[in-house]
């Protein structure tokens, strides 16, 4: 089979090598399409993500789908859970496997992801895919489960109004899914402009552009809103996410900074009394929400996948993950 592996930063490199073979309750799947977000342009760009590094070849993805060709659902079309929640620690035994510190997630070291043309993973995790949800957009689920993890950790509520700084693909599920919730007024930002008219195009009643590290202009006389999500991670957005709250409201931390570290204004925070929200992933309920709200048609998925590469291409769909061209970019190790 053929394997895509993150040597280093910069650095990634196609490998033929013999398919796995599946343990004691997995199947093997045949992997379709696997979207590359923001996490893989941090393993992508600097070798590693957080505290964790690429300390031997790595292979990422973690939004994916594809084909059982195992077992008895062989043939069967299903989504990847990527997280392997221990489920016996404290934290998952009260429903949050996102915290479980146990955890296996696909693509992130030791890990290894989706980025080959067949994987092995627990039956258990391989959901189905209802086939309202067509082709590639399978791999816009799990992007679809991070931004409904962040709405309840934002507590939001039909009537209320949200900011989204960073119109990326998981910025947009989130406009998406607020409209689709009931929210009145949606504000978003992003520093591209074809990004900002796709927050537009997704629902947003106000859109504007931003410089790098910057704020729009004139942020500070925009009408303040009930409950915000910083997912660009930089610093800017989120103090721009800090700025546009109302007192008393919320601010939910969704991307991830480049450095490992959050620098903003504590005066902005304490003043207002904001109730800051860090998002870790999602729980599991929220992968099966966002199959459910796709297969009905109440989240679209629609015109988010801008580009595709085969395998074989995957080092130019990084470059385009590193210079933010469209929107998902996603590969496809097979058809």
Not at 88 to 105: D, H, M
Request: aromatic residues 4%; charged residues 20%.
């Amino acid at each position: 089979m053929e394997v895509l592996r993150l040597h280093g930063a910069n650095d990634v490199r196609v490998h033929h090598e013999p398919e796995p073979v599946a343990a004691p309750g997995e199947e093997l799947v045949r992997v379709t399409a696997v979207g590359l977000c923001g996490s893989d342009l941090h393993w992508y760009e600097d070798g590693g993500i957080g505290e964790s590094v690429v300390e031997e070849p790595l292979v990422l993805g973690h939004e994916l789908g594809g084909v059982v060709i195992s077992g008895p659902r062989a043939g069967e079309r299903v989504v990847v859970e990527p997280a392997n929640a221990c489920g016996v620690c404290e934290f998952c035994r009260v429903g949050n496997g996102n915290l479980c510190p146990n955890v296996r997630f696909l693509g992130h070291a030791p890990v290894h992801g989706g980025l080959r043309t067949v994987m092995n993973w627990p039956q258990r995790l391989l959901l189905p895919a209802p086939d309202s949800i067509e082709g590639d957009d399978i791999a816009l689920l799990e992007p679809l489960g991070i931004a409904l993890h962040g709405i309840d950790l934002g507590h939001v509520k039909p009537g209320m109004s949200a900011g989204v700084f960073g119109s990326g693909p998981i910025g947009l599920l989130l406009i998406r899914a607020l409209k689709a919730m009931g929210v009145g007024r949606v504000i978003a930002t992003d520093a591209k402009p074809h990004r900002v008219e796709a927050a537009l195009v997704s629902g947003a009643d106000e859109a504007w552009p931003t410089a790098v590290d910057g704020q729009p202009e004139g942020i500070r006389d925009v009408a303040k809103v009930d409950v915000t999500f910083e997912v660009a991670g930089e610093d800017a957005a989120l103090e721009s996410a800090m700025i546009t709250a109302k007192p008393g409201g919320r601010v939910v931390v969704v991307g991830i900074p480049p450095t490992n570290r959050h620098a903003f204004p504590a005066g902005e925070v304490r003043r207002k009394g904001l109730t800051v929200a860090w998002s870790r992933r999602m729980k599991a309920i929220h992968m099966l929400r966002a199959i459910e709200m796709a297969d009905h048609g109440i989240v679209s998925l629609d015109g988010l996948i801008s580009a595709t590469y085969p395998l074989a291409e995957a080092a130019k769909a990084f470059d385009d993950l590193v210079a933010r061209n469209g929107l998902k970019i996603v590969v496809k190790p097979t058809e």
